[in-house]
């Protein structure tokens, strides 16, 4: 049997074993709870907890991009790893206190959160309306990586919209069936295969083409040392565009709002346990990164349409590997890209529901706001689909554009949490003001000043909002500041 038909079978087992535990996972509960399919009903334990926040990291970016960007640019690919270990440490303070908070007003979602604090629902639509952009983004990475792994696994024989139609369309079932329930579990599952892969076959890899990984980093000192360098002359990124990457990631990561939701569907001491646990995640993504590091001086970049194949050229046209791990590679990709896609459709169905659709029809039913959200998920489904068809954009530029946008939520969660001096005004001015800032840079200016990246510029802006305007206007009414600070 051709490597690309075992490969199919195996990414197709690997398929259909997510959608069933997916949906098997929402069973025997109270499916037709609101607070079931957005929160899991608030307890989730701390191994779920750690596979579904692992599953922010290791996406479709962590098989594909990740190894793109270490073989095209070098040691810049490191960013992933510092942020990823780093920037989840703030929430063992922060997180206990969004669950307290979210327990006692029966809050769901980031628009929520900031709409009660402000007592404003003008900033929970803003917020809602933000989130759909960015989370819209972040799903277009993953669904690109979907196409890709299905395209070169079977060796072109599967077309790019098809392979994104299969994967993402399971996807979309299991979340829309059995919400973040489905998603968790899914995410287990995913999680643990993913894992596995990236060290077996990662390594696998670095020893076939170099004996080791010792000889194939001084095989590359001697062949282009500024490879392995970053702002120094010859290497491919700049100290300043690689540090406010890293601050830009590292901020925006505690911003996502399904990261509100797992901290909803669990409780404070959870939390912190996988707060601690959470960042020998990063620890999983090096084997990743050796691989882009693998294929320099052995794979001519013309032999590729963008570098973010460089991880399945290696397994299916350059090694002499088993059609299997055509199809473990394939899977474990897959996987990557599906645990963050699940927790990003159900999140943006969330914030788009509750920050939106509720605050422009106010006497809605829970019934009425679960189906909406359930059929939230289909229309985000589809739209995201439709931009990752007719986009154009690499992995790691949809990642990073995407963290540009969600960072610009920071000044108004830290305000909301620990400066009573904080106004509606302020923040809504700060929020509009950043996150056209970070889509002028992104989208219209073609370079940036010094390099920065947009985001931080974007964050900046919306800091110097907030606090000037604040100043300039009434203050909320003590008591209901003091109500919500203090439920934490």
């Known amino acids: 049997m051709p490597h690309w038909q075992i490969a199919l079978f195996i990414m197709t087992g690997y398929l259909v074993t997510a959608l069933i535990i997916g949906i098997l996972a929402g069973k025997g509960r109270d499916h037709g709870s609101l607070d079931e399919f957005a929160v899991a009903g608030g307890k989730l334990g701390l191994i779920v907890m750690w596979f579904l926040m692992g599953g922010a990291i290791f996406s479709a970016f962590a098989f594909l991009g990740l190894p793109g960007w270490a073989y095209e640019r070098g040691a810049?690919?490191?960013?992933?790893?510092?942020?990823?270990?780093?920037?989840?440490?703030?929430?063992?303070?922060?997180?206990?206190?969004?669950?307290?908070?979210?327990?006692?007003?029966?809050?769901?979602?980031?628009?929520?959160?900031?709409?009660?604090?402000?007592?404003?629902?003008?900033?929970?639509?803003?917020?809602?309306?933000?989130?759909?952009?960015?989370?819209?983004?972040?799903?277009?990475?993953?669904l690109t990586g979907m196409a890709h792994i299905f395209n070169m696994m079977t060796e072109g024989r599967m077309p790019f919209w098809l392979g994104v139609l299969v994967s993402y369309g399971i996807v979309v079932i299991y979340v829309a069936t059995g919400g973040l329930r489905a998603a968790a579990w899914s995410d287990v599952f995913q999680g643990f295969l993913m894992i596995v892969i990236s060290w077996v076959v990662g390594l696998a890899i670095v020893f076939q083409l170099h004996g080791s990984v010792g000889e194939m980093f001084n095989g590359i000192i001697q062949e282009q040392p500024a490879f392995l360098q970053i702002g120094k002359e010859g290497s491919h990124m700049g100290a300043i565009p690689f540090t406010t990457t890293i601050l830009v990631s590292v901020i925006g990561f505690l911003m996502w709002p399904h990261l509100f939701s797992k901290s909803y569907a669990s409780t404070p001491n959870t939390i912190k346990k996988t707060v601690l646990v959470y960042p020998l995640f990063a620890l999983f993504l090096v084997p990743l990164i050796l691989v882009g590091f693998a294929a320099k001086g052995v794979v001519d970049q013309q032999n590729l349409e963008s570098a973010d194949q460089i991880f399945p050229f290696l397994i299916t046209t350059v090694m002499n590997l088993p059609g299997w791990i055509y199809g473990l590679v394939g899977a474990g990709a897959l996987a990557a890209a599906m645990s963050s896609a699940d927790a990003i459709t159900h999140s943006a169905s969330l914030e788009t529901t509750d920050g939106i659709v509720r605050n422009i029809w106010t006497n809605l039913s829970d019934r009425t706001v679960l189906l909406i959200m359930r059929i939230g998920v289909f229309v985000i489904g589809a739209l995201a689909y439709l931009i990752t068809i007719f986009g154009g954009q690499g992995l790691v530029a949809l990642l990073i554009g995407a963290y540009g946008a969600i960072v610009q939520f920071a000044p108004a969660i830290y305000s909301a949490l620990y400066w009573k001096r904080a106004t509606v005004s302020?923040?809504?001015?700060?929020?509009?003001?950043?996150?056209?800032?970070?889509?002028?840079?992104?989208?219209?200016?073609?370079?940036?000043?010094?390099?920065?990246?947009?985001g931080i510029l974007g964050l900046m802006a919306n800091i110097v909002i907030t606090i000037v305007i604040s100043y300039m206007t009434k203050p909320q009414n003590h008591k209901e500041v003091d109500d919500y600070i203090n439920a934490a």
Do not use: D, M
Not at 87 to 103: C, D, H, N
Not at 429 to 441: D, R, S
Not at 447 to 453: A, D, L, R, V
């Open 76 to 142: 810049p690919a490191y960013y992933i790893v510092i942020y990823s270990a780093f920037a989840i440490l703030p929430w063992y303070i922060v997180g206990p206190k969004v669950r307290k908070i979210g327990q006692k007003y029966t809050i769901y979602t980031v628009s929520e959160f900031l709409k009660i604090r402000f007592q404003s629902k003008a900033l929970a639509v803003i917020v809602g309306l933000i989130t759909f952009l960015a989370c819209i983004q972040y799903l277009a990475t993953q």
């Open 426 to 454: 302020g923040v809504i001015a700060g929020l509009i003001v950043g996150t056209v800032f970070n889509f002028y840079f992104q989208l219209v200016a073609t370079s940036t000043p010094f390099e920065i990246h947009a």
